[in-house]
C-alpha cells in the first residue's frame, strides 16, 4: 500500500492506512500519507513493520490539517 499514489482527499481516505495532510493554503491541496486516527505515521525502519506517531509530518503549528475520517 502506497498513499502517495491519491490524489485527491476522496481517494486517499478509501484507504484504511491512508489519511490526508491538507495544506495551509486552503486550496483543497494536500497529501495523502500513511497514518491512522491518530495522525500521520511513519516506519521505525525499512525492515520493521512497526509504525510509529510522526506529527512532524503534518504539523499543525505550520497551519497542516490532518483528516482521516472525513476530507476538510
Do not use: F
Not at 486550496?27 to 491518530?38: D, L, N, P, V
Not at 510509529?52 to 490532518?66: A, I, M, N, P, Q
Request: charged content about 25%; hydrophobic content about 15%; proline content about 6%.
Amino acid at each position: 500500500q502506497n498513499c502517495s499514489g491519491h490524489r485527491t482527499c476522496g481517494q486517499c481516505l478509501e484507504h484504511p492506512d491512508c489519511g490526508w495532510c491538507g495544506d495551509p493554503t486552503d486550496t483543497g491541496q494536500g497529501q495523502c500519507i500513511e497514518g491512522s486516527y491518530r495522525g500521520p505515521m511513519r516506519s521505525l525502519s525499512r525492515q520493521s513493520r512497526e509504525r510509529v506517531l510522526d506529527t512532524s509530518v503534518c504539523s499543525r503549528e505550520k497551519g497542516y490539517d490532518w483528516a482521516y475520517i472525513t476530507c476538510p
